[in-house]
């Protein structure tokens, strides 16, 4: 298998400590060169003196001076504060870059990797939630691939290599349906954080996990298919599967549902991207059905996670309605868990602020920064 030098931004999230797991269990050829997060320096030096990158970028000048204390001198170069993360990614030192930083902050990251011609394996959806349509093109363009981590994206991916595009009648993308399935909407009006952040399958940060409760994942994630396999929000389907064993499925017109099973586990589409186009030998339990035994299905209430129609709506634009979408989720989710706003006016806020907002399309990444800031600025008082 050939060596690969791998760029993790946010190896100290959930996602960046999966993928320094599966480059050390891949051993001899694969090597994290470059580790880079916002603030927490102390498991990043943790991540230091384990796996001895080549560089280092913390965006928090602060704890970067900490980090290089605490180091004593022994230490890989350091970079820090403001746009550190990007100066982590350089062509020539980097086969594939890992953007796993939460939020639409990763959006500069994964366009700068792939304007260098470098592959990029995407953890954050809201970078193709934001710019899908820039994103793409970029890497047409240049040639970098763009690979899904999600794992419903991830198993799309795979599945695809079955058959031809034009022979794609639709995808289904699977959630769990968070840990407010089943909830009344009377129930979940009064639901608090830590009820919120109660996760039935996976183990993941504050933010992702919020999103998870309302389903705005799920909007998010239709809003990125549409981008990444290029096929209109009509023919993207969500389905409620509480086992999370199926991560995704492929329709083909002749009538044949190809399936992609496995234990929820986030270093198998981890180690996909790592490896792609080859396979390495798994890390992950061997799943057994007989053991799983009932895999069940059902379609989501839009009742009770209005964050669907919003994606649906939004899925169907080429503008800049997606930018402000996920801004003012991202500052929304922020002011319930700071305790300022109940759980049902996450999703309130949002739709407010698409509502007033006045969409530019064909957008430039200017024009979607901008709508970005707009949507937190409006959010925030909103959410105040």
Not at 8 to 37: D, E, K, M, N, W
Not at 210 to 217: C, E, G, H, L, V
Not at 282 to 291: C, E, F, I, R
Request: charged share 20%; aromatic share 4%; hydrophobic share 45%.
């Amino acid at each position: 298998m050939p060596a690969k030098r791998i760029t993790i931004l946010g190896s100290t999230g959930s996602v960046g400590r999966s993928a320094l797991q599966v480059v050390s269990a891949l051993g001899p050829g694969y090597r994290a060169v470059a580790l880079g997060a916002q603030r927490s320096w102390e498991p990043l030096r943790e991540q230091v003196l384990s796996h001895k990158p080549l560089r280092v970028a913390l965006e928090d000048s602060g704890a970067a001076r900490s980090l290089k204390a605490s180091l004593n001198g022994s230490s890989p170069e350091i970079l820090d504060g403001p746009g550190s993360l990007a100066g982590l990614i350089q062509s020539g030192e980097t086969d594939l870059v890992l953007v796993a930083v939460v939020g639409a902050a990763g959006l500069a990251l994964a366009h700068r990797a792939l304007s260098l011609g470098i592959p990029v394996a995407l953890a954050n959806k809201e970078c193709m939630v934001v710019a899908g349509g820039l994103l793409t093109a970029l890497s047409r363009k240049t040639g970098a691939a763009l690979l899904p981590v999600d794992s419903e994206h991830n198993a799309v991916f795979q599945l695809l290599q079955a058959g031809r595009k034009e022979d794609v009648d639709r995808i289904t993308l699977t959630g769990s349906g968070g840990p407010f399935r089943g909830w009344t909407p009377e129930r979940m009006a009064k639901a608090t954080v830590e009820e919120a952040l109660k996760h039935p399958t996976w183990k993941m940060g504050p933010k992702i996990t919020i999103d998870s409760a309302t389903m705005m994942n799920k909007a998010l994630e239709v809003i990125e298919a549409r981008w990444l396999f290029d096929l209109p929000p009509e023919r993207i389907e969500i389905l409620v599967h509480p086992q999370s064993i199926v991560h995704g499925m492929v329709s083909f017109r002749d009538g044949a549902v190809l399936a992609h099973l496995g234990h929820p586990d986030m270093r198998a589409p981890i180690q996909h991207a790592f490896t792609w186009p080859a396979r390495s030998a798994q890390q992950v339990k061997t799943l057994d059905l007989a053991d799983v035994g009932t895999l069940t299905f059902e379609r989501p209430d839009p009742v009770r996670f209005p964050a669907l129609a919003l994606g649906r709506r939004v899925a169907g634009t080429d503008g800049t309605e997606a930018a402000v979408l996920n801004a003012a989720n991202e500052t929304a989710v922020e002011a319930f868990l700071a305790g300022r706003i109940p759980f049902p006016r996450i999703v309130a806020a949002v739709d407010e602020a698409l509502s007033a907002h006045a969409p530019k399309r064909t957008p430039a990444l200017e024009d979607l920064i901008e709508a970005d800031a707009w949507a937190r600025r409006v959010t925030a008082g909103a959410c105040a």
